[in-house]
């Protein structure tokens, strides 16, 4: 069996790795390496694999290339996806917990306005952890502030700032 015909296989792999064997602790962890493999996987490698895949068809070579880019936009269900999931696992096995802002900053953006961003740390069971960065609009947090987090008590690293959610 030649290389050619394994890349369907290998394309299918990756998505089922990535859906349902990963632990759910890298995508929240807001850092690593780790994360930023399972981001390669999905924006350069599964498009790869597809368009190898592709090749044993009949399909011609700008085709081909078109529908690999294109895969690239199956990062956005993957995110819908993973946000309803943490939506979820939060209502399900929420529990709440005190934080610190531990970074306040303005985040520049060229073709919008810009907005007011912090990230919050927390304990959970002698273990640190940090929120990802989130927008505070109204600028309603400060560096230092004490905020109320609901965090999952499956995966900690799951995390929300209660006083910006609306």
Request: with cysteine; proline share 4%.
């Amino acid at each position: 069996m030649s290389l050619n015909k394994l890349f369907p296989f290998f394309y299918l792999a990756v998505w089922c790795i990535i859906l349902f064997i990963l632990p759910k602790d890298i995508f929240y962890s807001g850092s690593g390496v780790m994360r930023w493999i399972v981001f390669g996987a999905i924006f350069l490698i599964l498009p790869y694999f597809l368009y190898k895949s592709l090749e044993l068809t009949s399909l011609a070579k700008k085709a081909r290339t078109g529908i690999a880019y294109i895969s690239v936009f199956l990062g956005i269900p993957f995110g819908i996806w993973l946000g309803m999931q943490s939506d979820m696992e939060l209502k399900n096995n929420g529990k709440q917990t005190y934080g610190i802002i531990e970074k306040a900053w303005l985040v520049k953006r060229k073709s919008r306005a810009d907005v007011w961003s912090v990230k919050a740390k927390y304990s959970v069971g002698n273990k640190l952890y940090h929120t990802s960065t989130k927008e505070n609009p109204e600028k309603t947090i400060s560096l230092g502030d004490t905020i109320t987090i609901l965090y999952s008590k499956t995966t900690p690293q799951m995390s929300e700032i209660l006083e910006l959610e609306k």
